[in-house]
């Protein structure tokens, strides 16, 4: 980023600060994909709040960002064992921020595991989670009961550029790997499991590549979408898996599990849009298939009559080449520090929120002064 765009950016973040002032701002840890353009972001949730720690998505951390936040913030280890125990959840937010007000910022669901123990154990106060993706989002909405208020900006028609975009690079960084080793998608029919707002991106541009597509989701709504916009879609998953040279994961849930991957075609190359512990059941994959790694970020499965190749170890293959979508992100981040300030307010009960309408306006009046250039 050249530094009159990061001026830029900062400029805006500064403008959308200045009218979600946060009163009192409370304390806040952030979980984030640390990417070149992040270091802004974070400093506008520093502004919004007294920010704590920073938490990277492991699979998603440039160096240089990293070295930059923590110039003025903490960065600490993140894996999903660590909120999956409530007591080490617990000892995790009293060691950096006992006995105050703390908001928690997540990608992907981390906190919900120990929700109820941070509420009701913490020495301060968890005034509530800001959840940016669809895959944390349904993981706080499945809970037959919140603890605290989750703003969740996953649905937010201000994310929706962003969940085109990050589709669209899925496929560039799909077809880059694949030609990497002398291979293209063309010839290769695709199966794209999940079509929901990234499934249905990816779905369009293979298409418009001239690939063969075919859809499975097990939402007959999402199966009727599909179906109306031209894919053809799956009656039999296993008929399609042994069918499909391409397979793109989509789902924010498991899309296969370990008895699937047998069914798949020789040579059928396997790509997701999001980590592998939660797009695919690897570790009950038989132990009678070998991995051997053929190609940076590409390794093959082998058994007796039996291969496919897996790329970037079955995490979200857009991360090998940047996931950039361009200022979009900023509209979703811009969001992010407003439901900081909807939490810091208070009066929000216990559930699943989205932020105003009204403030999604000035989010986008705002970014459109400053990117629509």
């Given at each position: 980023m050249e530094a009159f765009e990061r001026a830029r950016l900062d400029s805006y973040f500064a403008r959308i600060n200045s009218?979600?002032?946060?009163?009192g701002p409370p304390a806040a840890v952030l979980i984030t994909h640390l990417l070149a353009d992040r270091p802004s972001f974070v400093r506008?949730?520093?502004?919004?709040?007294?920010?704590l720690a920073v938490l990277p998505k492991p699979k998603s951390v440039d160096p240089h960002a990293r070295r930059e936040v923590e110039r003025h913030t903490p960065c600490e280890t993140l894996t999903r064992s660590l909120f999956e125990d409530p007591d080490?959840?617990?000892?995790f937010v009293e060691t950096r921020a006992a006995g105050q007000e703390l908001v928690l910022l997540d990608v992907g669901g981390y906190f919900a595991p120990s929700l109820d123990v941070l509420c009701g154990s913490f020495s301060g106060r968890i005034l509530g989670v800001v959840e940016d993706t669809e895959n944390g989002h349904r993981r706080y909405a499945?809970?037959?009961?919140?603890?605290?208020?989750?703003?969740?900006?996953?649905r937010s028609p201000l994310k929706d550029p962003e969940d085109f975009l990050v589709g669209q690079s899925v496929v560039f960084s799909t077809?880059?790997?694949m030609r990497a080793r002398g291979d293209i998608m063309h010839g290769r029919p695709a199966l794209v499991i999940g079509f929901g707002k990234l499934g249905s991106s990816i779905a369009r541009l293979l298409h418009a590549k001239g690939v063969q597509v075919t859809v499975h989701d097990i939402d007959p709504v999402r199966r009727a979408q599909a179906l109306s916009q031209g894919f053809t879609v799956a009656r039999d998953r296993d008929a399609a898996l042994h069918g499909a040279g391409l397979v793109l994961c989509a789902t924010g849930s498991v899309s296969l599990r370990g008895e699937d991957f047998s069914a798949l075609r020789n040579g059928a190359y396997v790509a997701t849009v999001t980590s592998s512990e939660d797009e695919l059941d690897l570790e009950r994959l038989p132990d009678v298939y070998t991995r051997t790694v053929t190609d940076d970020h590409i390794t093959r499965y082998q058994t007796t009559g039996h291969y496919f190749y897996l790329l970037n170890g079955g995490n979200a293959v857009n991360f090998l080449h940047g996931a950039s979508v361009g200022p979009f992100i900023f509209l979703v981040q811009a969001e992010i520090l407003?439901?900081?300030r909807s939490l810091a307010r208070g009066g929000l009960g216990s559930g699943m929120h989205e932020v105003a309408?009204?403030?999604?306006t000035v989010i986008a009046d705002a970014w459109l002064n400053y990117f629509n250039r």
């Amino acid at each position: 980023m050249e530094a009159f765009e990061r001026a830029r950016l900062d400029s805006y973040f500064a403008r959308i600060n200045s009218h979600f002032v946060t009163p009192g701002p409370p304390a806040a840890v952030l979980i984030t994909h640390l990417l070149a353009d992040r270091p802004s972001f974070v400093r506008a949730v520093g502004t919004a709040s007294h920010l704590l720690a920073v938490l990277p998505k492991p699979k998603s951390v440039d160096p240089h960002a990293r070295r930059e936040v923590e110039r003025h913030t903490p960065c600490e280890t993140l894996t999903r064992s660590l909120f999956e125990d409530p007591d080490a959840a617990l000892d995790f937010v009293e060691t950096r921020a006992a006995g105050q007000e703390l908001v928690l910022l997540d990608v992907g669901g981390y906190f919900a595991p120990s929700l109820d123990v941070l509420c009701g154990s913490f020495s301060g106060r968890i005034l509530g989670v800001v959840e940016d993706t669809e895959n944390g989002h349904r993981r706080y909405a499945d809970r037959d009961k919140l603890p605290c208020p989750v703003i969740s900006v996953a649905r937010s028609p201000l994310k929706d550029p962003e969940d085109f975009l990050v589709g669209q690079s899925v496929v560039f960084s799909t077809e880059a790997l694949m030609r990497a080793r002398g291979d293209i998608m063309h010839g290769r029919p695709a199966l794209v499991i999940g079509f929901g707002k990234l499934g249905s991106s990816i779905a369009r541009l293979l298409h418009a590549k001239g690939v063969q597509v075919t859809v499975h989701d097990i939402d007959p709504v999402r199966r009727a979408q599909a179906l109306s916009q031209g894919f053809t879609v799956a009656r039999d998953r296993d008929a399609a898996l042994h069918g499909a040279g391409l397979v793109l994961c989509a789902t924010g849930s498991v899309s296969l599990r370990g008895e699937d991957f047998s069914a798949l075609r020789n040579g059928a190359y396997v790509a997701t849009v999001t980590s592998s512990e939660d797009e695919l059941d690897l570790e009950r994959l038989p132990d009678v298939y070998t991995r051997t790694v053929t190609d940076d970020h590409i390794t093959r499965y082998q058994t007796t009559g039996h291969y496919f190749y897996l790329l970037n170890g079955g995490n979200a293959v857009n991360f090998l080449h940047g996931a950039s979508v361009g200022p979009f992100i900023f509209l979703v981040q811009a969001e992010i520090l407003a439901g900081i300030r909807s939490l810091a307010r208070g009066g929000l009960g216990s559930g699943m929120h989205e932020v105003a309408s009204e403030d999604r306006t000035v989010i986008a009046d705002a970014w459109l002064n400053y990117f629509n250039r």
